[in-house]
C-alpha cells in the first residue's frame, strides 16, 4: 500500500503545488488589478479635486466680481442721494432766501422771462402777498415793461408763472433746479466727492 498512497500523496502533493502556484498567479493578477484601478482612481480623484478646485475658484472671482459691483453699484446711489439731497437743500435755500433778495432774483427771473415786459405775473399765495407787486414793479423798471400781478395765485414753492396770452412761463424754483440738475449733476458730485 505504500506504492499506492505515494502515488496519491504525490497526485495531492502535485495536485496542491497546482493550487498553490494558480492561487499564486491569481493573487499577483488581482493585485496588479487592483493597483491598476488604484492608479485610475487616484487620477480621477485627483482630477476631480483640481476640476473643483478650479470650478470654487471661479465661483469665488465670480461672487467677488459680483460683491465689488453691488459695492459699486451701492456707492453710487449713496453719492446720487447725496446730490439729490444738494439740490434740495440748494431749493430750500432759494424759497427761504431774504425779502430783499428774493424780490431781486424774482425781478431778474422775470427780465430773462419776458424780455418784452409783457405778461401776467402767478405767485403763491403768501409770495403774491409779501412781495409780488415789489419783484414785479422792480422787473418793469429794468424792462421799461408792463408786467402785471396776476390776481390769481397757484401751489408754488417758490418763484413764479408768467402768462402771456395762451403761453405759460415756468420760473418757479423747484422746475428751474430740476432743470439745473440735468445739467451740474456732474459738477455737483465732483464737488462733493472730488476723489472719485
Known amino acids: 500500500m505504500n506504492g499506492i498512497e505515494k502515488i496519491t500523496d504525490r497526485i495531492a502533493a502535485d495536485t496542491q503545488a497546482e493550487i498553490d502556484r494558480v492561487l499564486a498567479e491569481a493573487q499577483?493578477?488581482?493585485?496588479?488589478?487592483?493597483?491598476?484601478?488604484?492608479?485610475?482612481?487616484?487620477?480621477?480623484s485627483a482630477d476631480a479635486r483640481a476640476k473643483n478646485e478650479k470650478t470654487a475658484a471661479e465661483r469665488e472671482d465670480r461672487l467677488v466680481s459680483v460683491a465689488q459691483m453691488e459695492a459699486r453699484k451701492d456707492l453710487l446711489s449713496a453719492r446720487q442721494a447725496q446730490v439729490e439731497t444738494a439740490f434740495n437743500l440748494a431749493l430750500?435755500?432759494?424759497?427761504?432766501?431774504?425779502?430783499?433778495?428774493?424780490?431781486?432774483?424774482?425781478?431778474?427771473?422775470?427780465?430773462?422771462?419776458?424780455p418784452e415786459g409783457r405778461g401776467e405775473v402767478?405767485?403763491?399765495?403768501?409770495?403774491r402777498e409779501k412781495?409780488?407787486?415789489?419783484?414785479?414793479d422792480t422787473a418793469n423798471k429794468?424792462?421799461?415793461?408792463?408786467?402785471?400781478?396776476?390776481g390769481q395765485t397757484r401751489a408754488l414753492k417758490g418763484g413764479f408763472i408768467l402768462v402771456d396770452g395762451s403761453v405759460e412761463v415756468n420760473c418757479t424754483f423747484d422746475t428751474l433746479v430740476r432743470l439745473q440738475r440735468g445739467e451740474m449733476a456732474g459738477e455737483v458730485a465732483k464737488v462733493l466727492f472730488p476723489e472719485a
Open 28 to 44: 499577483t493578477e488581482a493585485e496588479k488589478i487592483t493597483a491598476k484601478y488604484r492608479a485610475q482612481a487616484d487620477r480621477e
Open 92 to 114: 430750500e435755500n432759494l424759497c427761504a432766501m431774504p425779502e430783499e433778495r428774493y424780490i431781486a432774483v424774482t425781478a431778474n427771473l422775470l427780465a430773462q422771462a419776458a
Open 122 to 127: 402767478v405767485f403763491s399765495q403768501a409770495d
Open 131 to 136: 412781495m409780488g407787486q415789489a419783484a414785479v
Open 142 to 150: 429794468k424792462l421799461n415793461g408792463k408786467l402785471t400781478l396776476s
